[in-house]
């Protein structure tokens, strides 16, 4: 285990707030896996060991390390905050740090059900014939064959795509797609789905940013968050709320770890997730 500075004086701390033997552990577990980076990504601090050296960026950092690498839900990173902001303010109280590093760092919002774009896989034959974006309706439709976004963008993705059944709401929109992009693959002379419509780019394949543009311009036209991360974690949610699951909803929930599974889980728990 890392070591932390001060353990013995905040256990100390701890127990005159006569606090439960479960609760004990999450904040023990919240200092180690905390200091446990810092001392990884703070070069001042795995030097020098004081906690002088631990500053608000620190935990900025942490945080975004919950949130992008591991994936814990917001409930779980908040408890994680609080428990540190704990820990900072004794040692800020018996002069040990001349600054609470967890003072200006915010709570992760915990989202509603509300915040999910469910109508777009509950009432995909309508999204796929709406007025948006190509590349926004086959994305949509991509996500709800259990794939997400990054995979939709990797060059021959179309391989495993083409090999999938459609229904005829499917098939209608793919026949506007075709031809959509018929020029530009006659252009690029490319194969794969998402294909650059700027023909001076430096890559056939469309950028992320490029395809976000369209996201957001059909987000603003719908009302609806149509990040592709939201739709992915979306169609997982539907997916979990289910007892009958479709064999597209089967191959999601199959392709992901189990780290992901409980990251889901605990997300529709905390939102409340029905359907």
């Known amino acids: 285990m890392v070591k932390i500075p001060y353990l013995a004086g905040f256990d100390a ?6 606090i439960s033997p479960k609760a004990h552990t999450e904040y023990m577990n919240s200092l180690n896996d905390f200091f446990t980076y ?7 601090y795995k030097i020098s060991e004081d906690i002088k050296d631990v500053h608000e960026m620190d935990v900025r950092l942490f945080k975004n390390f919950m949130l992008d690498n591991l994936q814990l839900s917001p409930s779980t990173i908040n408890k994680v905050i609080s428990n540190l902001n704990v820990y900072f303010k004794y040692l800020f109280g018996v002069k040990k740090t001349p ?10 919002t915990v989202p509603k059900q509300s915040d999910f774009p ?8 309508y999204y796929l014939q709406a ?6 309706r086959l994305l949509i439709l991509i996500i709800s064959k259990g ?22 709401d499917e098939e209608k929109f793919l026949k506007l797609y075709q031809d959509y992009i018929e020029p530009y693959r006659t252009y690029w002379d490319n194969n794969n789905l998402f294909l650059s419509r700027n023909k001076g780019a430096n890559t056939p ?3 992320v940013p490029a395809l976000h543009r369209d996201l957001k311009r059909d987000s603003d036209t719908t009302n609806l968050d149509l990040a592709p991360k939201k739709l992915y974690t979306t169609f997982i949610l539907l997916a979990l709320s289910t007892n009958s699951l479709s064999d597209d909803q089967q191959r999601a929930l199959d392709a992901l770890d189990t780290a992901s599974v409980l990251y889901y889980r605990r997300l529709k728990r905390e939102t409340n997730f029905d359907i």
Not at 13 to 18: A, I, M, N, Q, S
């Open 131 to 136: 007025d948006l974006s190509v590349y926004t």
């Open 99 to 108: 600054e609470i590093p967890t003072l200006n760092i915010n709570s992760v």
């Open 38 to 44: 810092t001392i990884q990504h703070n070069t001042d």
């Open 147 to 168: 794939f997400n976004y990054k995979e939709a963008l990797m060059p021959d993705f179309y391989k495993k795509f083409n090999q999938l059944a459609f229904n005829d």
């Open 205 to 207: 394949i469309l950028t």
């Open 13 to 18: 701390y701890l127990k005159t707030r006569h």
């Open 118 to 125: 469910t109508a777009v896989f509950l009432k995909l034959p």
